[in-house]
Nanobody, 124 residues
């Protein structure tokens, strides 16, 4: 069992930055692939980024490449999402999630655990 708690969301102006954190419970955090998703009002939840269990491999949705960076600190049981050059269309609730394998990273059905989400609002 893994419990995930996101933090770091808030209101930011366009062009600004935010760093989200996702703290995980349990001693098995380092064995999970971690992902970030987001869901805007009226839209489906979409894949943002993921990182392998060691953090050595990272994956991004095309529209986030170059602006967002995912990282993890297994000693702190935490995964991060650094978001730069934010745009109003990045406004959404951001969720972290955990799964065992690096297959189907964009498929929300393949993730075993989810956090409650943190709101990110980007004003124009």
């Amino acid at each position: 069992q893994v419990q995930l708690v996101e933090s770091g969301g808030g209101l930011v102006q366009a062009g600004g930055s935010l760093k989200l954190s996702c703290a995980a419970s349990g001693r098995t955090f380092g064995t999970y692939v971690m992902g970030w998703f987001r869901q805007a009002p009226g839209k489906e939840r979409e894949f943002v980024a993921a990182t392998s269990w060691s953090g050595g491999r990272t994956y991004y949705a095309d529209c986030m490449k170059g602006r967002f960076t995912i990282s993890r600190d297994n000693a702190k049981n935490t995964v991060y999402l650094q978001m730069n050059s934010l745009k109003p269309e990045d406004t959404a609730v951001y969720y972290c999630a955990a799964k065992r394998t690096e297959f189907d990273l964009g498929d929300i059905r393949k993730y075993d655990y989810w956090g409650q989400g943190t709101q990110v609002t980007v004003s124009s």
